[in-house]
């Protein structure tokens, strides 16, 4: 037994370690593309998908000064959102909304990026008032056409963003995208300019300026989404599960590196 915890105590240095290196180098590259487009470090929030994270990865991640984590499956985040400290984390939730997990995202979730229909904005709206709580949303943005991705429309999105203003209960605070699935930086940077200029064109046109933050840029392409003005990065695999660990680590840890 003493040796079973002895290696335990050996793997979680070695995962702390590993994020702490990682998130310095995410910190540096952050700074480096905020200064190329003039921006302030302040005003870039790293937000870390711990979706795949064991319950004490994401602690120790909390450990490191890290407050905002983020799930996309009700299911896979009901242990973490009791972990130790889960109070003070900002959870955010990033997938796909089924209507019959709405009021569990409602009522355990502080923000949710993917709001991208009035049916879901009704049913979001109805659990946090039955739990009297209100959510920041952000509203989830197609811009590739893709026909698999979730997101409303550009054409759409007047439309959308009146009927979230008239909430009570729902804070409408940015708008999110998940860029082209392609190797053409080019394309990345276009898809993510077109929602800045969304943002833009909304806080003037409608007066909403609460419409503050863009949700865009992941592991593979947030330098470019930094540029372009993205408030919150979506972290997962190069930040929560960094190579220099996963090389030392289970088996179990290498198969869930590959899905995050």
């Not at 709206?125 to 550009?154: I, S």
């Not at 470019?224 to 088996?251: C, D, F, H, K, N």
Request: charge should be negative; include cysteine; hydrophobic fraction near 40%.
């Amino acid at each position: 037994m003493a040796e079973d915890g002895q290696g335990r105590l050996e793997e979680q240095c070695r995962y702390l370690e590993a994020c702490r290196a990682s998130l310095a180098q995410i910190q540096s590259t952050i700074d480096e593309h905020a200064e190329v487009s003039s921006r302030h470090r302040e005003d870039i929030q790293i937000v870390a998908v711990t979706k795949y994270l064991e319950t004490w990865q994401a602690e120790l991640l909390h450990q490191l000064g890290l407050r905002d984590f983020a799930e996309n499956r009700w299911q896979v985040a009901r242990e973490k959102l009791s972990m130790k400290d889960a109070h003070a984390v900002r959870w955010h939730f990033i997938g796909p909304i089924q209507s019959n997990k709405a009021k569990y995202v409602a009522r355990a979730f502080d923000v949710v990026h993917s709001l991208d229909n009035v049916s879901l904005l009704r049913l979001l709206e109805r659990e946090a008032t039955l739990a009297d709580r209100t959510l920041d949303v952000l509203v989830q943005v197609n811009l590739d056409g893709g026909a698999n991705r979730h997101g409303v429309p550009a054409a759409a999105l007047s439309e959308l963003l009146k009927e979230v203003v008239k909430s009570s209960r729902l804070h409408l605070v940015g708008l999110m995208t998940m860029a082209t699935a392609t190797e053409d930086t080019r394309q990345i940077r276009d898809v993510f300019a077109q929602l800045r200029e969304l943002r833009d064109e909304y806080q003037q046109k409608l007066s909403y300026q609460d419409l503050v933050h863009l949700s865009m840029g992941m592991s593979h392409d947030f330098p470019i989404a930094v540029e372009e003005g993205a408030t919150m990065l979506r972290l997962g695999r190069g930040l929560v599960l960094p190579a220099t660990y996963r090389s030392e680590a289970p088996s179990s840890v290498q198969q869930r590196s590959e899905e995050l």
